[in-house]
């Protein structure tokens, strides 16, 4: 039962999350900025520091293409609601929408982590629900966290191909290496999935034949 309200609590704190920073506070930046204070020390206690950059090289290539729009967006004058007249104050809304979303983004991420760094594999078996279920909550948390275990050794794999033997990148192949990257991880991933999935089928199958 203790259990169980932990799980509740902590999907309420990630509802509560959504709800305030999500939507209340969509649009201050300040909120957004204080919140990556207070979270990202909390999260770099619980992992490491290497783990928690590693996180947010799985998301840059994202960050980018995001920074990117908005700035079109800006220069392309494109007015919205909330928008005044003038192409510098276009600019300036695009550019502070933009980045509000942006580390929102990079919260949202981090928080997700804190939250999912606090359920035990234990506390996952012991919910009242199918073992089909639990196994997919289980497979879910595995992946996640070899995700950001396996970055930097593919990070490490991928500067050895000669286009990234250089010493300062351009642009363009600093996207590029961020992508590929990323293909990398999603890769190993899907890979992964279907290893871990049939080991944890086993496991199933003989500790839990009844489910």
């Not at 840059?60 to 967006?73: A, E, H, Q, R, S």
Request: proline residues 2%; charged residues 20%.
């Amino acid at each position: 039962m203790s259990k169980l309200l932990k799980i509740t609590g902590l999907i309420f704190l990630l509802l509560v999350y959504i709800g305030l920073i999500g939507l209340v506070y969509a649009n201050h930046i300040i909120v957004h900025i204080i919140l990556s204070v207070i979270i990202l020390p909390i999260l770099i206690s619980r992992f490491t520091l290497n783990k928690v950059i590693n996180e947010i090289k799985l998301i840059l290539p994202f960050l980018g293409l995001m920074l990117v729009t908005y700035i079109l967006m800006g220069v392309l004058g494109i007015k919205t609601t909330g928008a005044e007249s003038g192409r510098e104050r276009i600019m300036a809304y695009w550019l502070h929408y933009g980045g509000c979303r942006i580390i929102l983004f990079i919260n949202t991420l981090l928080y997700v982590q804190l939250i999912i760094s606090y359920i035990r594999i234990e506390d996952i078996i012991s919910l009242p629900y199918s073992m089909k279920y639990k196994k997919g909550i289980i497979l879910g948390k595995a992946l996640f966290r070899q995700a950001i275990e396996y970055v930097g050794e593919l990070e490490f794999h991928l500067k050895l191909l000669p286009e990234y033997q250089i010493k300062h990148l351009s642009l363009s192949q600093w996207f590029k290496f961020k992508l590929q990257l990323t293909f990398a991880v999603i890769i190993m991933l899907l890979r992964e999935s279907k290893t871990k999935g049939e080991l944890i089928d086993n496991r199933i199958k003989h500790c839990f034949p009844s489910k």
